[in-house]
Antibody, heavy 121, light 110 residues
Framework: EVQLVESGGGLVQPGRSLRLSCAASQFSFDDYAMHWVRQVPGKGLEWVSGISWNSDSLVYADSVKGRFTISRDNAKKSLYMQMDSLRTEDTALYYC??????????????WGQGALVTVSS | QSALTQPPSASGSPGQSVTISCTGTSSDVGEFNYVSWYQQLPGYAPQLFIYEVTKRPSGVPDRFSGSKSGNTASLTVSGLQAEDEADYYCSSYAGSNNYVFGTGTRVTVL
């Protein structure tokens, strides 16, 4: 069974940075695209960013473009999200999500349990 | 990019069928066959139930089926069971490396 474990969430002040990590196991990590999707508790889902299997394609939602950077390390089976210039509206539970296949244009197959990011002064 | 429109709630008695709609535009649902449906139980992460409009991942009961007509996609749950009570979200690829989710539907089993 696919396992995705997020870490790095926490409380941070507006304008500061945070880095999320996602450790993947029980599947061939370097064969699949990966994404980050966020959800304000009690609210709906919002796609944030995606990365192809070989990091050739990096894509972002307009709401985070220029502030967030997605990356992956296939040798370490890990996905990352560097979040800079954080805003209060970035407060959410951030899910690490496996794509159905290798390209960024895909459905979201398996989800981690999420890392809570709270941006507040 | 606006969220896809779903009814806030849907309900049915055990054994009945319920259909949830997901309305987008000709730039997302209407243009691409990357429509997916996710079930989210309270306190849990979403789980993929339908992808590429009609495909079911292994382990998902065949009571769940997806379809699309024009700019509207639909999820039908046949033979409703108590365990189907959850929030359901649709999503669609929206072109230009962008995705959009639906507003979510709470399904209640009466």
């Amino acid at each position: 069974e696919v396992q995705l474990v997020e870490s790095g969430g926490g409380l941070v002040q507006p304008g500061r940075s945070l880095r999320l990590s996602c450790a993947a196991s029980q599947f061939s990590f370097d064969d699949y695209a990966m994404h980050w999707v966020r959800q304000v508790p009690g609210k709906g889902l919002e796609w944030v960013s995606g990365i192809s299997w070989n990091s050739d394609s990096l894509v972002y939602a307009d709401s985070v473009k220029g502030r967030f950077t997605i990356s992956r390390d296939n040798a370490k089976k890990s996905l990352y999200m560097q979040m800079d210039s954080l805003r209060t509206e970035d407060t959410a539970l951030y899910y690490c999500v496996k794509g159905v296949d290798f390209g960024v244009v895909t459905s979201f197959d398996s989800w981690g349990q999420g890392a809570l990011v709270t941006v507040s002064s | 990019q606006s969220a896809l429109t779903q009814p806030p709630s849907a309900s049915g008695s055990p054994g009945q069928s319920v259909t949830i709609s997901c309305t987008g535009t000709s730039s997302d649902v209407g243009e691409f066959n990357y429509v997916s449906w996710y079930q989210q139980l309270p306190g849990y992460a979403p789980q993929l139930f339908i992808y590429e409009v009609t495909k079911r991942p292994s382990g998902v009961p065949d009571r769940f089926s997806g379809s699309k007509s024009g700019n509207t996609a639909s999820l039908t749950v046949s033979g409703l069971q108590a365990e189907d009570e959850a929030d359901y979200y649709c999503s669609s690829y929206a072109g230009s490396n962008n995705y959009v989710f639906g507003t979510g539907t709470r399904v209640t089993v009466l």
